[in-house]
């Protein structure tokens, strides 16, 4: 499997996320992460890879990563991936919705998608290996991981999905995040590793601290 990765930085006011385009070099079949915000371009990244979408993949809920999937889940009639958690919790609705409870890998148009269950910012957060590369939604930023103070959230899980990303991924996975706080996305993990203090937590007590910690600033200062 020979994959291309475009990763698109879209915006709204002054919230700026990260979406992706996976894209099968060989069939041209790609796949949709969180598309949110600007629908113009993400179709002009589409259309200069003659791209041919065959499925939307979640990671989580928000607004901010779910924006534009019920308008390309209609326009391409694609099948879009949640997982079961995350869809009831939340009651979830989108045009030809599918949720994953199994977490086993699954072929979309030649693309293998191994989804990884990741609470900790959500009930049923949800990120994607696809080959050597880690879509991670709000779990894992390059520089941190997600807030974990909003309906399901829970900082207790979410040390312990930080725990099982690192004995589950190589050090030489790309890391994918919904956001970035100043580092360029598609770092190596082996560098998310050695600069990333979340990882660097090994007691759970510790990291619930220091996640929860009263006064953090510059918590949506996304670059």
Known sequence: MTIQVISLRVRSDQIINYCYVIIDSNTKSTVLVDPAWEQDTIE???AANQAKVSAIL??????????LCESFA???NVPVYMSKVEKEYYDFQCTNLQTIASFNSFDIA???I?????PGHTKGGTSYLI???LFCGDTLFIEGCGLCTGNGADPGTMFETLQRIKQTIHLNTLIYPGHSYGYPVGQLFSFVLANNVYLQLSSKDNFIAFRMRPDQRGLFSFK
Do not use: C, E, I
């Open 114 to 118: 191994t989804p990884l269950f990741t």
């Open 58 to 67: 979640l990671t989580h809920y928000h607004r901010d990563h779910v924006n």
């Open 44 to 46: 002009k990244a589409l």
């Open 110 to 112: 030649g693309l293998t």
């Open 131 to 133: 080959g050597d590369n």
């Open 74 to 76: 209609k326009k391409y």
